[in-house]
């Protein structure tokens, strides 16, 4: 049986297999699909199993206010709703599963051997598995991760009561394959809480690394998005993968999980992301957004392409493997110590400029969360105004991307947050004269409505990046409430008004380049200097 899709999309063919080819036009930004609302026994969505203590089994949220099911302690709900929605879904099935995990000693199951046993025991789990791609004999050549899944299926069929048989593990092999293939590492915008999501609708959909859409998980539903625009009858594509530099490092990484050669345009070209942002059919969409300035897009104030300089491609593929991991495990003293390290490693790329190319853009992402987790806020602020106006939009050149929208608002919570740094440079020395001068910056702008004005930003595109569930657009609109509440603000109201309906008017540009391009790329200027005076050795 095909799977039942939304509306919107059919099932067409193609040499990719089945795909999802959209029925009617999509504008960039439009939601072309909710998958799994409401939701159905068709589809697995489970938190990752160190998670489960503080993460709701249903609603996939996470909170300290769970309680265990009683029967296996093993999972949790945040609400007697949640409990019940669980156990009419799998947990019925499982509860029994993860009590004999438990007497065995354990404390739950990973996440795959997890959703095996539920495809194993739920017939609605079965039948969403049943048709889709698998790649069991390209597998089957992968010794090393045969052989991982050898064991997870064995554990599987153990707990779920199934009798080891050549046929069972053969079976249960498959259904691991076909997982492994079909499943999102599902990452929840608002919490950062990652799991498994797997539905067979958007199982059908196939991959490109200049994708037209992009997928958002929220709770237990997927959000399809159009990136750009879709025409009637044109295929949907997302990216299954980060975006990483480099063709071959992306070429591997598809075949090992996905086993397909991608002949994507931007793999035939070998296009690095400033090639890619010029691209870009819908570049005009940044006049309302902090880099307006179209020509800086085509031309991007770098030194070289990437594309044209094989001794960069070669630093690209040398670093990229140890400089793009999260550092959030880390402790503070080892996060500056592997900062220091992936400084020097992209010596050669923030030389040549190329800020937007990974993993030169993961170590300032990473060196901001370092700095707003120490309560730095000065230096938060120069460095997410430097991510903002160099890195982001190259790197995703539609404005509604939910990393820039994201990135906004962390501007416009920091201006909001931020408390006067004290000023007193002859006592102190050389870092903390940047902060002075981050703060004398500060001083000369009018916060509240540089917080205004980008908050307003994040609400015009939070729909679009994700939905008017966001959290994000949630915070930004009580944000813009807050501050409208403030007295004596109907001058600054009115001029943001204007601006916010007109953005290409002369004087409406001139306030916008004045109030808030000019001190946010005045804070931008500091984050090289923030850098250089913290990570280099
Ligand atoms: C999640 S499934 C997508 C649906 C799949 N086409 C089908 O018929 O079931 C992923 C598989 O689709 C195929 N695929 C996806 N994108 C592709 C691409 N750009 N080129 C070739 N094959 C692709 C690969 O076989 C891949 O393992």
């Known amino acids: 049986m095909p799977p039942t899709l939304p509306p919107g999309l059919t099932l067409t063919t193609s040499p990719r297999g089945r795909g999802l080819t959209a029925t009617q036009a999509f504008r960039p930004g439009d939601t ?24 709701c089994s249903w609603c996939l949220s996470p909170t300290t206010d769970v309680r265990a099911c009683t029967g296996c302690r093993t999972v949790s709900y945040c609400a007697l709703a949640c409990q019940r929605a669980d156990w009419r879904g799998a947990h019925k099935a499982e509860c029994k599963v993860l009590q004999r995990v438990r007497a065995e000693g354990h404390s739950g199951l990973p996440g795959t051997v997890r959703a095996l046993v539920q495809v194993l025991l739920l017939s609605s789990s079965a039948a969403a598995v049943g048709e889709l791609e698998g790649h069991v004999d390209a597998f089957r050549r992968d010794m090393a991760v045969w052989r991982d899944m050898e064991v997870q299926a064995l554990a599987g069929l153990h707990y779920a009561g199934r009798e080891t048989t050549p046929q069972s593990l053969a079976g249960a092999m498959e259904i691991l394959c076909k997982l492994r293939v079909n499943s999102f590492d599902r990452l929840d915008a608002d919490l950062g809480e990652t799991g498994m999501f797997l539905n067979p609708a958007l199982a059908m959909v196939n991959h490109s690394c200049v994708p037209n859409a992009f997928v958002q998980f929220s709770g237990r539903k997927a959000i399809l998005h159009a990136n750009q625009e879709i025409a009637k009858d044109e295929e949907i594509t997302i990216s299954y993968i980060e975006p990483m530099p480099h063709r071959t490092q992306r070429q591997e990484a598809l075949k090992r999980r996905y086993h397909f050669d991608c002949n994507c345009p931007r793999c035939e070209d070998d296009l690095d992301v400033y090639q890619l942002c010029r691209r870009y059919p819908h570049l005009e969409l940044n006049s309302f957004s902090l880099v307006p300035d179209l020509d800086r ?73 370092y700095f707003s987790g120490n309560g730095n806020f000065a230096y938060s602020i120069a460095i997410s105004c430097f991510l903002a106006l160099h890195c982001e939009p190259f790197r995703f050149p539609m404005p509604f991307a939910p990393h820039r929208v994201k990135g906004l608002f962390m501007i416009a919570k920091l201006l909001a947050n931020i ?13 903390e004269s940047i902060g002075a001068n981050i703060s004398q910056v500060l001083s000369r702008v009018d916060q509240a409505t540089m917080c205004q004005v ?71 200027q500091f984050a090289l200097e923030i850098m250089a005076s913290e990570f280099s050795s």
Not at 497 to 503: D, G, H, M, T
Request: negative net charge.
């Open 419 to 431: 408390g006067p740094i004290p000023l007193n440079q002859e006592t102190r020395g050389a870092s």
């Open 454 to 524: 980008i908050a307003s930003l994040v609400v015009r595109y939070g729909p679009a990046a994700h939905s008017a569930e966001w959290q994000v657009y949630g915070q930004a609109k009580d944000m813009l409430s807050d501050i409208g509440s403030l007295p004596g603000r109907e001058l600054e109201d009115t001029t943001i008004r204007a601006f916010l309906v007109n953005p290409k008017g002369v004087e409406e540009a001139r306030f916008f380049e004045s109030a808030i391009l000019t001190p946010i790329r005045a804070l931008s």
């Open 32 to 55: 072309i699909a909710l998958f799994n609302d409401p939701p159905s026994s068709s589809t697995l969505a489970l938190p990752d199993s160190h998670q489960l203590p503080q993460t």
């Open 297 to 369: 897009l085509r031309n991007p104030p770098i030194r070289r392409f990437l594309h044209s300089d094989e001794t960069l491609k070669q630093v690209v593929r040398d670093v990229y493997p140890t400089c793009s991991q999260s550092l959030q495990d880390h402790t503070p003293e080892t996060t500056v110590k592997e900062l220091k390290r992936r400084w020097k490693a992209c010596e050669p790329l923030w030389k040549s400029e190329l800020y937007a190319v990974d993993p030169i853009s993961h170590v300032f992402t990473e060196a901001n969360v």
